[in-house]
């Protein structure tokens, strides 16, 4: 589909598998656990502490990704991948038990908990396992590419379903409209772990401890200075992206009343604008390393942020607008999550790389997992408090939105003092990018 040179061309034969495999997940994650879930728990009547805490579970079981070296070391990266990913969209359908409890909210928030539960338990094992055995199929020297290829290969298919899904719920009325989607995007997700049984590797750890080594391991990667100041980085930029994946969408259904579908689409832009940064960050950080571009990203994520404030209902074209406003925020900010994906992959040590992505993996969840619980409460909280600024009353997603403004700061200036080999810096970069003759990649 698109033509790659590498050292390694055989590993190049499977990766056709690994792109659809993605863009059947996108599309299964578009059609249940991303704006139809939070959607679909406002209708039922969910408050935004309990809306938080469910969207914080994917986070929080991150954490079990330092638990999951031992299981991947002893059954294979594949094995425990492919499994744990077919599996996550078995527990969804409890879903569809919801209509029998519409009329006791309570047990419609432990039931959607319960779901969700299981199905971040299983995604983080999946993801966990996921990452080394990526790390071993996917070439090198092409790495930066393959990824951005991914995102262009993705886009038409997340486009189209959520086009859909827009129709078929902007059309009906009732709870029950959301039962097709949640039926059809698990069994594309079905599907998606099925086509990753055609990639090789990912098989038992041998010659590797397998008892209480991983420990050692993970003590050894949490003394690594450079390592830490990415997981610092990463961790508050994650934060960011899975507040605003639950806060946006609330702030525009809540604040402005925005139809549930035309919502289900323009969200999706947000995973369209990551696939298509993807793509643009694969080439430039394959030349020019990920500091400068990072830094670029995260500077205009900090003014779009500070910008959202100023987005109401009497905006001029404010579906439009909104779709804008998702789109770039995916582009920003899923790009920088790209960005740091890859400085993970080309950093960690390939003897030790279980421990160093797992323990990433694992503290993103958890700062992640716990900052949108508390911004659910401070929504909540804010909506009967006013907060006064210059005389001028804050509501609560722009005290949230300035939050996050400030965390990206963070983010950005940590990963500034990180050492990558090869890689330009800031100013350099930015020369190249605006001074020189020579074209970007």
Request: charged share 10%; proline share 3%.
């Amino acid at each position: 589909m698109f033509k790659l040179i590498s050292n390694e061309p055989d590993k190049l034969k499977v990766i056709n598998y690994f792109h659809f495999s993605t863009a059947l997940q996108m599309c299964a994650v578009i059609g249940t656990v991303a704006a139809p879930l939070t959607l679909y728990s406002v209708e039922l009547g969910l408050n935004s502490d309990k809306i938080g805490i469910l969207g914080s579970l994917m986070a929080f079981c991150q954490v079990l990704a330092l638990i999951s070296i031992p299981i991947t070391i002893y059954f294979g990266s594949k094995l425990v991948s492919i499994t744990a990913l077919f599996t996550r969209y078995i527990f969804l359908l409890i879903f569809l038990l919801v209509p029998f409890y519409q009329n006791n909210l309570t047990v419609v928030f432990y039931l959607l908990f319960f779901s969700m539960l299981m199905f971040s338990i299983c995604r983080s094992l999946s993801e966990a396992a996921f990452v080394p055995w990526m790390q071993e199929f996917i070439p090198r020297d092409v790495r930066g590419r393959i990824i951005g290829i991914n995102g262009i290969i993705c886009t038409p298919f997340a486009l189209a379903a959520s086009y859909v899904i827009k129709i078929w719920l902007d059309s009906r009325v009732g709870l029950d409209r959301f039962y097709p989607v949640f039926i059809i995007a698990i069994i594309i997700g079905l599907i998606s772990a099925l086509l990753l049984i055609k990639i090789k590797g990912g098989g038992k750890i041998v010659n590797r401890e397998n008892d209480l080594g991983y420990i050692k391991n993970l003590f050894s990667a949490s003394k690594d200075k450079n390592f830490n100041l990415f997981l610092l980085s990463s961790g508050t930029q994650y934060l960011v992206i899975t507040v605003l994946a639950i806060f946006l969408t609330l702030f525009f259904k809540i604040r402005m009343g925005i139809p549930t579908g035309e919502l289900v689409f323009s969200s999706t832009l947000i995973l369209i604008g990551g696939t298509c940064s993807g793509f643009v960050v694969g080439r430039v950080t394959d030349s020019y390393g990920c500091r400068g571009i990072r830094v670029i990203f995260q500077s205009l994520q900090i003014i779009l942020l500070l910008l959202l404030p100023f987005i109401n209902s009497e905006t001029p074209y404010l579906s439009y607008v909104i779709g804008i406003v998702f789109f770039l925020f995916g582009f920003l900010m899923w790009g920088s999550e790209s960005i740091g994906y890859i400085f993970m992959l080309n950093y960690v040590p390939s003897n030790n790389k279980e421990s160093f992505m797992s323990l990433a993996y694992s503290l993103d969840g958890l700062i992640a997992g716990i900052t949108t619980v508390l911004a659910g409460y401070l929504v909540l909280w804010l909506d009967t408090n006013d907060i006064v600024v210059f005389g001028k009353i804050l509501g609560s997603y722009e005290v949230l939105f300035a939050i996050c403004a400030f965390i990206i700061a963070v983010s950005m200036n940590a990963f500034i003092l990180i050492k990558e080999e090869g890689a330009m810096g800031v100013r350099t970069f930015l020369r190249q990018l605006i001074f020189s003759r020579r074209q970007l990649p």
